[in-house]
């Protein structure tokens, strides 16, 4: 009985997965963190240019976004390849930009709609055209607080500097 | 009658890994991982009777930068390259032609700016200019107040700007930070302009 015993405790325990769910939850816990929800439904390529000059958008709520840009590929057949300005989830026309914002600023508090921002997510190759009429049409509903969405220039040279 | 003592089970814990890597997952699709940064302006509201300020500016207050539908850079008449664009724009504001920036130390040129008060720098764009293009001008001329007023703040106490701005943000008001901050401002005011889009082709 004693030398049947013996044999099975030779056998390799099983190895222990307890610390898994611990790694994973890291993990979750780092996306939770590090991202943001992800608003809208792109239906425009958005590369944005980069710039050194970049500041934060520090009040997400008082946000409303613009984007513009070529339709992707799924949506070319209906809307064309030339660059389109969507708005929400919708690709819309220019001269539709201006209720947009009139609508995103009316659900703001009050005291705080001088403070709205629009953020103008554009990309490098859309024309100056285009985006001058936006900003015409920002101008006629009084939204004059705008931003140009950039991407950070990662300059070697500067790092270089200030690692010295 | 003491019964044995009965052992608690354990939990299996097997399916949490599981429900974790279901909640990763879910996270991965549904965020982005892009902040929203960019280059803050603010454009000029619409006035229906426009005051004649044009006349008032005298010519060589004005730095006039125009992107054609090539991408090509003209700066006071003449052919540039972006690259020199930062320099030519803060020689401009530096200039300090009348003397009355106690700051500044420019050359004081009779042919540009009085003082960086009265500077101001007009962008224009054609309507095929590309975005990228205008964004890489804007920033260069951003940057070039960007490191005036880096310079003057280190001259006067030894920070950089944006050092200065993150204490004037967090200080009381009428307090020693929120001057600096004032102050820089003040001497160099951040006066970018852009004309009244063109439609030339």
Not at chain 1, 10 to 37: K, Y
Not at chain 1, 72 to 92: C, M, N
Not at chain 2, 66 to 77: M, R, S, Y
Not at chain 2, 143 to 149: F, K
Request: hydrophobic content about 40%.
């Amino acid at each position: 009985m004693s030398h049947i015993k013996k044999e099975k405790a030779r056998e390799t325990p099983a190895v222990s997965t307890a610390s898994l769910p611990d790694i994973v939850f890291m993990l979750l816990f780092f996306f939770m963190v590090a991202t943001t929800m992800r608003e809208v439904e792109l239906k425009v390529t958005v590369g944005k240019p980069s710039a050194t000059e970049i500041q934060k958008l520090e009040r997400k709520d008082l946000v409303c976004y613009v984007y513009v840009g070529a339709p992707k590929t799924d949506y070319q057949a209906k809307f064309g390849t030339e660059p389109r300005v969507q708005l929400d989830d919708q690709i819309a026309a220019v001269s539709e930009v201006g209720f947009f914002v009139t609508q995103v600023r009316s659900d703001i508090a009050e005291a705080e709609q001088s403070k709205m921002t629009v953020s103008i997510k554009a990309d490098g190759n859309v024309k100056m055209g285009l985006i001058s009429d936006i900003k015409q049409e920002l101008r006629q509903v009084n939204a004059l607080l705008i931003n140009y969405s950039t991407q950070p220039v990662v300059d070697a040279e500067k790092m270089f500097e200030s690692n010295m | 009658m003491a019964r044995k003592k009965r052992e608690i089970a354990e939990i299996n814990a097997g399916s949490m890994a599981d429900i974790a890597f279901l909640l990763l997952i879910f996270f991965l699709v549904t965020t982005t991982m892009d902040i929203d940064k960019g280059l803050n302006r603010l454009l000029p509201p619409i006035e229906e009777d426009k005051p004649e300020i044009q006349d008032q500016i005298k010519e060589k207050n004005i730095f006039v930068v125009v992107i054609n539908a090539n991408n090509q850079l003209l700066v006071e008449n003449e052919y540039m390259e972006i690259s020199e664009l930062r320099e030519s724009a803060m020689e401009f504001i530096d200039n300090n032609g009348d003397g009355s920036c106690m700051e500044c130390g420019g050359d004081q040129s009779p042919t540009s700016s009085d003082n960086p008060k009265k500077a101001i720098i007009s962008i224009s764009s054609d309507r095929g200019t590309s975005y990228d293009m205008y964004v890489s001008v804007t920033n260069e001329l951003m940057a070039a107040y960007h490191e005036l007023r880096d310079d003057l703040c280190m001259r006067k106490w030894g920070k950089d700007y944006d050092t200065i701005k993150e204490e004037a943000k967090d200080a009381e008001d009428d307090s020693e930070a929120k001057d600096r901050y004032k102050y820089v401002q003040e001497v160099y005011p951040l006066l970018l302009s852009e004309a009244e889009p063109k439609s030339v082709g």
